[in-house]
């Protein structure tokens, strides 16, 4: 007897033997499988005899996650595999042996394609392809794909074999799943199902067998004595056969695995797209006809998770429709058709654009993941390059070729450039290669940021957003490590030998911060698209929308005017050191473009395209801001609690007063902002900063708000007209951005004619109503304790700082900024009108009068549909900056 | 009737307040839970499990139940809201609110979720967070109209696929 033999025999010895105190002796008994039970009914009965109905035994580390996904056995509700009278039914009309017709082949056929797509669509396997008992039969019979298949064609040599070419897509797919670069439970659900039924077969025996269902569909379409209906059903069945081959090959050849393998998969798998594309557009331009295909009973099998072991519920959920199943389908392959163009991309510029585009698509989660694995795989990234490399491109795409030129010359001739006397220069007399390894080490941690980036592009939006606010921090203190590092750079290289250059090195009018200039692009860019997909998302409400767009200004703004000075430094070539840049003649030539030299013009038309995009967004972040915020005193934009206000008393009504009190706005504020408020840049615009930017605007009608919004949205359509016409050959996508972008600032432009021109009413309301007369209004009609609103800037500091606010005050110069507007005003004057407006708000007269505004805001008869997708159908990336005018009323207060 | 002077709000004590409120959340709520979720809050947490109790014919009913709990959030003190020499933040949570649909446009929800506002707001509590179906714009709005914001969305965080936001109100 073997040990493990001994083991098991003296394990039975033991638990034959088991008894439970108190509780009746039991036996481990053995079924038919060879299955050991033991019935513990008794040990269960004693040992709850003493606990309350009720009461809870739990573990310390119990969570609510288990809690959750507990499950009750035989509750309907959470036990979804549980079999009713009619369940049981209808699963035993159905037999494996059925013969067949082609009609029903095809009703098969549909529906398991609409599985499918509905599975790329995020649905877990169980409630799709599981279904189908076909899918999942546990033996396949023999006569699959044989001679002896003709007994029963429909199954055996066509239902078969799309099956298991589905599979192999399926397993393709899985493939590509299981890299883990998109999340589980929300792009897809692995659950702990077997997939063995994805991979029975290998893709030669696959092709083979629909090569025989080609040849036998092809035959009874020809032939004369078949049923006309089965011979449309036939020629339906011959188009999914050549559109399954052919996304089998597409799949193949484009996975990642395939491509490494072989440099000429990428043409094949392009070619294959090309043609499937092709195929199914006339497939699907071609009527459809609903009662062709042939239902047959207890095929699908909706309860089918009770086979399966699953860590959570899983609830059945309808399937896409025809259409909805092939148009997501033509999506999918219009979507993968990206792999070509990123896999031929030239410049990191280039992918930067070519990523920040296919994020606001929003693809199925298998072309997001595969597009995350082309971008890195085994540490190469686009399948052939070092991230070390890449990074070094990206800095010098951006930050112009000096720094670089001083790198290749610090290895070459490191003694000639340490002839000064600064601690830089004597660290490299000691060990010049220490000093080249700072600066990759320096990449190379710079390389984990940027390679996240690009990954964080492929994830749904609100993991996008929320990864990127995540990820800022480490922006952060990458782009302090940076300016440590361009200041020990400077030094270095000026060739100086007296502290002078120590002193230039933290001196921004002297140092370009090349690393760190890049590292703040990024940040910003990062901060900008935070705030754009919540806007996207839907995650903030109308109220919110001006300090939104306000905030977005400020930090759009922001970097305008570092990509501005990045660009006066590189055309000046300051803090270059003329010298040293002369003496580089020799140029390393390298094979990929990745290692190329990029010259300062390259980079120039670089930083031009970003200071137009930049400056574009900026004018109309601060035209919606504008917009919005007149909308807000016109009352077409309105809090939660300031809709619900009639009808309310005393608790609620107290609770919806209190929400305006600068109190409560503060710390809205603050939590809305907080990822930002963290950062060392750029300085945040605090609570107190922003009611002072708003206060700017309080004398001004809204009819002069919406006539500067107007001008800047003008301004935003010629900073792109002659952004487009700059960009000349140096395309790389960026012009159909730009355009996008100038039918944005179109529509916002017609959208805020329509607005100004509606009524009378709206006119005359326009004209009327100032800031501070709306605020003093707002606040009257709520019975907030502060009815002078114009003080906003001044009470709120002290709460500020109780929220922890960031302290430091805003700068003017930091500020959105509105000095051509014809809201500049003396502040005295500001202040005279203030008074005079917490004057009107006391008494009944005032009172009088804010009901006045109350009831003509309310019969303006228009609202504003803010990041409307339809006001630019021809921009449909950049709905965040638009909106559009409706007819309809905004809902009464 | 008057709306207001019929409604009692009671706090949970024994398992049998528990029973016509599970009844109440099935019909309300798209999401099932098993008796251990309903049993993890109340027996941890049974001051934060809290019905509007209705007498209409004699007959005492459920009209409305909420159900929270509140523990350290095991992210620090990174925002800067809260004060510096703190570890963890206290985290509150609406697990779970309704109201029978007999009795909407009373306020009971309202009533119900200010209540455990206060009470989590005096055990302690720095912010209070939920989820919500992106289309449930009558509970959205409720909670908005309180203050709360919508700081996150979620992807397919229900079994139905649907998206949720994450509500959250600082203290």
């Given at each position: 007897m073997s040990r493990q033999e001994d083991d098991q025999q003296l394990h039975t010895e033991e638990t034959q033997s088991m008894t439970f105190a108190g509780a009746e002796t039991r036996c481990i008994e053995r079924d038919d499988s060879g299955m050991e039970w033991l019935d513990i009914s008794s040990l269960m009965t004693l040992g709850t005899s003493e606990l309350g109905v009720g009461e809870l035994l739990k573990t310390e580390s119990m969570t609510l996650y288990m809690a959750l996904t507990s499950m009750e056995v035989m509750e309907p509700r959470l036990d979804m595999g549980m079999l009713s009278e009619e369940d049981k039914q209808e699963i035993a009309k159905w037999d494996v042996n059925r013969v067949l017709s082609l009609r029903e082949v095809l009703w098969i056929t549909q529906k398991l394609f609409y599985c499918e797509i509905t599975w790329h669509s995020s649905a877990s396997l169980l409630q799709t392809l599981y279904m189908c008992n076909y899918f999942t039969v546990q033996e396949i019979p023999d006569s699959v794909g044989s001679a002896r298949g003709a007994e029963?064609?429909?199954?055996?040599?066509?239902?078969?074999?799309?099956?298991?070419?589905?599979?192999?897509?399926?397993?393709?797919?899985?493939?590509?799943?299981?890299?883990?670069?998109?999340?589980?439970?929300?792009?897809?659900?692995?659950?702990?199902?077997?997939?063995?039924?994805?991979?029975?077969?290998?893709?030669?025996?696959?092709?083979?067998?629909?090569?025989?269902?080609?040849?036998?569909?092809?035959e009874i379409s020809t032939t004369d004595n078949v049923d006309v209906r089965e011979q449309e059903a036939a020629g339906v069945l011959l188009e999914y056969l050549e559109m399954r081959v052919l996304w089998l090959k597409t799949l193949t050849f484009l996975s990642v695995d395939c491509m490494i393998d072989d440099p000429r998969a990428l043409n094949q798998g392009t070619k294959c797209l090309q043609e499937l594309r092709a195929r199914h557009s006339a497939f699907q331009n071609k009527p459809f006809s609903d009662d062709l295909a042939v239902m047959v009973a207890g095929c699908f099998d909706p309860k089918c998770m009770r086979k399966y072991p699953s860590m959570a519920p899983v609830k059945p959920r309808p399937l896409l429709t025809h259409v909805q199943s092939h148009q997501a389908f033509d999506s999918l392959l219009n979507d993968l058709s990206l792999v070509h163009p990123l896999l031929q991309a030239e410049s990191v510029e280039s992918l930067v654009n070519f990523f920040t585009c296919f994020a606001n698509r929003q693809p199925m989660p298998f072309v997001r993941s595969?597009?995350?694995?082309?971008?890195?795989?085994?540490?190469?990234?686009?399948?052939?390059?070092?991230?070390?490399?890449?990074?070094?491109?990206?800095?010098?795409?951006?930050?112009?070729?000096?720094?670089?030129?001083?790198?290749?010359?610090?290895?070459?001739?490191?003694?000639?450039?340490?002839?000064?006397?600064?601690?830089?220069?004597?660290?490299?007399?000691?060990?010049?290669?220490?000093?080249?390894?700072?600066?990759?080490?320096?990449?190379?941690?710079?390389?984990?940021?940027?390679?996240?980036?690009?990954?964080?592009?492929?994830?749904?939006?609100?993991?996008?957003?929320?990864?990127?606010?995540?990820?800022?921090?480490?922006?952060?203190?990458?782009?302090?490590?940076?300016?440590?590092?361009d200041s020990w750079l400077y030094v270095i290289s000026s060739g100086a030998d007296n502290r002078a250059s120590e002193m230039e090195a933290v001196n921004p009018a002297f140092n370009p911060f090349w690393f760190s200039s890049w590292a703040y692009h990024m940040k910003l860019m990062m901060m900008e698209n935070a705030l754009?997909?919540?806007?996207?998302?839907?995650?903030?409400?109308?109220?919110?929308?001006?300090?939104?767009?306000?905030?977005?200004?400020?930090?759009?703004?922001?970097?305008?005017?570092?990509?501005?000075?990045?660009?006066?430094?590189?055309?000046?070539?300051?803090g270059q050191n003329k010298q040293l840049v002369r003496e580089q003649s020799r140029?390393?030539?390298?094979?990929?473009?990745?290692?190329?030299?990029?010259?300062?013009?390259?980079?120039?038309?670089?930083?031009?395209?970003?200071?137009?995009?930049?400056?574009?967004?900026?004018?109309?972040?601060?035209?919606?801001?504008?917009?919005?915020?007149?909308?807000?005193?016109?009352?077409?934009?309105?809090?939660?609690?300031?809709?619900?206000?009639?009808?309310?008393?005393?608790?609620?009504?107290?609770?919806?007063?209190?929400?305006?009190?600068?109190?409560?706005?503060?710390?809205?504020?603050?939590?809305?902002?907080?990822?930002?408020?963290?950062?060392?840049?750029?300085?945040?615009?605090?609570?107190?900063?922003?009611?002072?930017?708003?206060?700017?605007?309080?004398?001004?009608?809204?009819?002069?708000?919406?006539?500067?919004?107007?001008?800047?949205?003008?301004?935003?359509?010629?900073?792109?007209?002659?952004?487009?016409?700059?960009?000349?050959?140096?395309?790389?996508?960026?012009?159909?951005?730009?355009?996008?972008?100038?039918?944005?600032?179109?529509?916002?432009?017609?959208?805020?004619?329509?607005?100004?021109?509606?009524?009378?009413?709206?006119?005359?309301?326009?004209?009327?109503?100032s800031g501070s007369l709306a605020l003093a209004h707002r606040q009257i009609l709520l019975g907030a304790a502060q009815p002078n609103a114009g003080e906003g800037s001044q009470s709120t500091s002290a709460s500020e700082k109780e929220a922890g606010g960031c302290g430091s005050a805003m700068t003017a110069a930091a500020q959105p900024s509105f000095a051509s507007a014809s809201v500049s005003k003396s502040k005295a004057k500001r202040e005279k009108k203030k008074r005079r407006a917490a004057k009107q708000g006391q008494g009944q007269g005032a009172l009088s009068k804010a009901s006045e505004w109350l009831v003509a805001t309310d019969n303006l008869g228009v609202s504003v549909v803010w990041s409307c997708c339809d006001a630019s159908p021809q921009a449909s990336n950049w709905h965040q900056f638009s909106f559009v005018i409706s007819d309809k009323p905004a809902s009464s207060n | 009737?008057?709306?207001?002077?019929?409604?009692?709000?009671?706090?949970?004590?024994?398992?049998?307040?528990?029973?016509?409120?599970?009844?109440?959340?099935?019909?309300?709520?798209?999401?099932?839970?098993?008796?251990?979720?309903?049993?993890?809050?109340?027996?941890?947490?049974?001051?934060?499990?809290?019905?509007?109790?209705?007498?209409?014919?004699?007959?005492?009913?459920?009209?409305?139940?909420?159900?929270?709990?509140?523990?350290?959030?095991?992210?620090?003190?990174?925002?800067?809201?809260?004060?510096?020499?703190?570890?963890?933040?206290?985290?509150?949570?609406?697990?779970?609110?309704?109201?029978?649909?007999?009795?909407?446009?009373?306020?009971?929800?309202?009533?119900?979720?200010?209540?455990?506002?206060?009470?989590?707001?005096?055990?302690?509590?720095?912010?209070?967070?939920?989820?919500?179906?992106?289309?449930?714009?009558?509970?959205?709005?409720?909670?908005?109209?309180?203050?709360?914001?919508?700081e996150k969305r979620l992807y397919r965080y229900y079994i139905s696929g649907a998206d949720a936001f994450r509500l959250k109100l600082w203290l």
């Open positions: 029963n064609p429909g199954r055996d040599l066509v239902l078969f074999p799309m099956i298991f070419a589905l599979g192999a897509c399926c397993l393709q797919v899985w493939k590509e799943y299981l890299k883990e670069n998109i999340y589980a439970e929300e792009d897809v659900h692995f659950g702990s199902q077997p997939v063995e039924f994805f991979n029975q077969f290998s893709h030669s025996q696959v092709i083979e067998m629909m090569g025989t269902a080609r040849g036998y569909l092809q595969l597009m995350a694995s082309i971008f890195l795989t085994n540490n190469l990234v686009l399948l052939r390059y070092s991230p070390l490399n890449f990074i070094k491109r990206a800095i010098r795409e951006i930050s112009g070729p000096y720094v670089w030129d001083v790198l290749e010359y610090m290895e070459r001739e490191p003694a000639r450039l340490a002839t000064g006397n600064t601690r830089a220069s004597q660290i490299l007399v000691q060990d010049p290669l220490a000093a080249v390894s700072r600066i990759d080490g320096f990449c190379q941690e710079a390389a984990r940021n940027l390679m996240d980036w690009f990954r964080i592009m492929c994830q749904n939006a609100p993991r996008q957003r929320r990864i990127c606010l995540k990820y800022l921090t480490s922006w952060d203190v990458l782009q302090g490590e940076a300016e440590e590092l754009q997909i919540g806007v996207r998302l839907d995650l903030y409400l109308d109220y919110e929308l001006p300090m939104i767009y306000g905030y977005g200004a400020q930090i759009l703004q922001s970097h305008f005017d570092h990509l501005r000075r990045m660009e006066t430094m590189l055309a000046g070539k300051t140029r390393v030539e390298h094979k990929w473009w990745v290692g190329q030299h990029v010259d300062e013009s390259t980079c120039l038309r670089h930083l031009s395209r970003w200071l137009v995009y930049v400056e574009a967004q900026c004018h109309l972040a601060t035209a919606l801001w504008l917009v919005s915020h007149a909308c807000e005193r016109l009352r077409l934009v309105r809090a939660p609690w300031a809709r619900r206000l009639q009808g309310l008393s005393g608790d609620a009504l107290d609770t919806c007063r209190q929400q305006e009190t600068n109190e409560n706005q503060a710390v809205r504020y603050a939590l809305r902002f907080r990822t930002f408020s963290r950062l060392n840049s750029p300085t945040p615009l605090t609570f107190g900063g922003w009611m002072t930017t708003v206060g700017q605007l309080d004398e001004s009608s809204a009819s002069e708000l919406f006539a500067h919004a107007s001008r800047t949205l003008g301004k935003a359509r010629m900073v792109l007209d002659d952004g487009c016409n700059m960009l000349g050959n140096m395309d790389d996508g960026w012009r159909s951005k730009m355009q996008e972008l100038r039918y944005v600032a179109v529509a916002n432009s017609v959208a805020l004619a329509k607005l100004q021109n509606l009524s009378e009413v709206m006119q005359n309301q326009a004209l009327q109503v | 009737m008057s709306s207001e002077t019929a409604i009692e709000y009671t706090t949970y004590e024994k398992e049998t307040d528990l029973l016509p409120a599970i009844k109440l959340i099935e019909c309300d709520l798209s999401e099932p839970y098993s008796i251990y979720t309903y049993r993890f809050f109340v027996h941890q947490w049974p001051e934060l499990c809290m019905f509007a109790q209705l007498t209409e014919g004699g007959e005492q009913m459920c009209a409305g139940v909420i159900i929270c709990k509140m523990e350290e959030h095991r992210r620090r003190m990174m925002d800067g809201y809260f004060s510096d020499d703190r570890e963890a933040l206290m985290r509150g949570y609406i697990g779970m609110v309704a109201v029978d649909k007999r009795f909407r446009g009373r306020g009971i929800g309202r009533r119900l979720v200010s209540m455990a506002i206060e009470r989590m707001r005096h055990m302690g509590a720095d912010e209070i967070t939920l989820e919500a179906e992106t289309g449930n714009k009558g509970a959205l709005a409720m909670y908005e109209a309180m203050g709360f914001i919508r």
